[in-house]
């Protein structure tokens, strides 16, 4: 670990009471560049975000840097800064006009003499993966310790990690809204453009247009219904019926039934015919949501419709034609119910003729915040209330929630937290009990994790002090700057025994 100097913790702590307070993520970045200059001497200060899609790196905040609307991006490897975004790597330069990789593509320096200038710049890192580079220059004349000041730039982009990565994925998120308004998708109900959803989206275009039959795996909450939808709304079928039957909904007694109709006294209570599902959905498609609770003897006639097109309402002799398109789903696994006996083997290959995984949400990424924001607009317009933004701590807690209950959970997170906004932006206030929580633990992990670096850093300034002057705390604490008073309470604090310092200068003498 690197030891910082007093003045250096100082600027620590600073940048740690700005992040904690309730602003813009932007306004936060920026003001932790301009201390970065007011106090350790790092002139124009720079912090770019990375798209790992395309593996650009494009400036987003500087302070002493005038951008004027420039847009300014790198290639990995590109320039110091796609250097250090593709390696991953801090780098320190010592002279900044003899470094050929330097491209001062901001125009910032024209007018300075850059052999009078050291250049730093380091990654931030967030969840292992580099999120953006933080970068500055300083007066070479000033730098007494290049390695040292590597080092502090390197604990200032570990504290603003986290804010960077929210930020990143705003504006991520920004970029991918337009370009979502310029694209077609399958269907304006599905949200997302990560790449699980891309793939998902190739399928049904795969598929829409054929009368294959589908069958979509997904856990509950995903948007299999959805999916269905979208994969009749482009078929050749779209201007025939789609019906829709959730099969766990239905009793056993009642199941064969609803799917195939029954004849006028086919049993007790029967006092007119019934038209089936299958018969509504001639010319059109249906949908059998959670397909594996089907009954055996409704699977052994599922069977029979797949495989002939043909089908017998209950109680009747009539043989009914039908060429509607079968779309399955279901949140468990048809292999593990055929192994167990509960599901049949032939109907299992009938069914997945051409499957879809529909990934849960913890696993889309960036999704969570475009649907989130959605979500957001539709609620916000259903009551009539001028909500515009969720806030940067809302974002975070969202990113790292595992949604057991996918989509549909976040819909109703964010529908509560409409109805009890009272501004312009949903904060964690309206966030569920649950939510609020688990945010408050991570919170206090991550200020008990700042708080043991600075006792950590402290700890080794007085320890090397100690040593220098043999115990004496009267002289560690002047060189310091501290008072005698301030080192004790310190000392005590953090546990340091002082008759070892002494010791070992009755032994020396």
Request: hydrophobic content about 40%; glycine content about 6%; aromatic content about 6%.
């Amino acid at each position: 670990m690197s030891i910082h100097t007093y003045e250096e913790l100082a600027a620590l702590h600073a940048i740690a009471r700005i992040l904690s307070q309730p602003m813009e993520i932007r306004d936060q970045l920026e003001q932790i560049l301009a201390e970065m200059s007011r106090r350790l001497g790092m002139q124009r200060g720079m912090i770019s975000l990375m798209n790992h899609q395309n593996g650009e790196v494009w400036l987003e905040v500087a302070h002493g840097i005038e951008l004027d609307g420039m847009q300014v991006s790198y290639r990995l490897g590109e320039g110091i800064t796609g250097m250090v975004a593709q390696t991953g790597k801090p780098v320190a330069i010592p002279i900044l006009g003899k470094d050929p990789l330097f491209l001062d593509r901001t125009g910032a320096r024209r007018s300075l003499n850059i052999n009078e200038l050291s250049f730093l710049c380091v990654p931030i890192i967030y969840d292992r993966r580099v999120v953006g580079i933080l970068s500055a220059d300083k007066w070479n004349k000033i730098v007494s310790n290049l390695d040292g000041e590597l080092a502090l730039l390197s604990s200032i982009a570990e504290l603003i990690a986290k804010a960077v990565y929210i930020l990143s994925v705003e504006e991520e998120n920004r970029r991918l809204r337009f370009m979502l308004s310029n694209e077609k998708s399958p269907s304006s109900e599905i949200i997302g453009q990560s790449k699980a959803m891309q793939d998902v989206y190739r399928l049904i275009d795969s598929v829409a247009l054929s009368n294959a039959t589908v069958l979509i795996y997904g856990e509950t909450g995903t948007g299999k219904e959805l999916v269905a939808r979208a994969i009749h709304k482009n078929s050749n079928r779209a201007n025939g019926p789609l019906v829709m039957v959730n099969c766990a909904a239905i009793p056993d007694t009642l199941i064969e039934s609803e799917l195939f109709g029954y004849d006028k006294g086919a049993f007790t209570g029967a006092l007119r015919s019934h038209r089936g599902k299958f018969e509504e959905a001639t010319g059109g498609t249906i949908f059998l949501d959670e397909v594996a609770e089907l009954s055996p003897a409704a699977q052994a006639k599922l069977l029979r419709v797949l495989q002939e097109k043909v089908f017998q309402p209950l109680g009747s002799s009539r043989t009914v034609k039908t060429d509607a398109r079968v779309i399955a789903a279901t949140n468990r696994s048809l292999e593990v119910c055929v192994e167990n006996g509960s599901f049949r083997k032939d109907l299992y290959y009938r069914l997945s003729v051409f499957p879809i995984y529909l990934p849960p949400l913890r696993e889309r990424g960036n999704d969570i915040i475009m649907l989130a924001d959605h979500f957001v607009l539709k609620y916000a317009k259903e009551v009539g209330k001028n909500i515009r933004r969720i806030s940067p701590a809302v974002i975070d807690i969202f990113m790292n929630h595992s949604w057991p209950g996918n989509v549909r959970e976040l819909e109703n997170c964010i529908e509560r937290a409409v109805l009890l906004a009272e501004g312009d932006t949903i904060e964690m206030v309206h966030l569920p009990p649950s939510l609020q929580v688990k945010t408050r633990e991570g919170s206090e992990r991550e200020s008990g994790r700042f708080q043991a670096i600075i006792e950590a850093q402290e700890k080794a300034l007085i320890i090397d002090a100690l040593k220098e002057f043999n115990g004496n705390q009267s002289m560690a604490a002047r060189s310091l700057g501290l008072t005698k008073r301030i080192i004790q309470y310190k000392i005590k604090k953090l546990g340091i025994d002082v008759e070892r310092f002494r010791r070992k200068r009755s032994l020396s003498t």
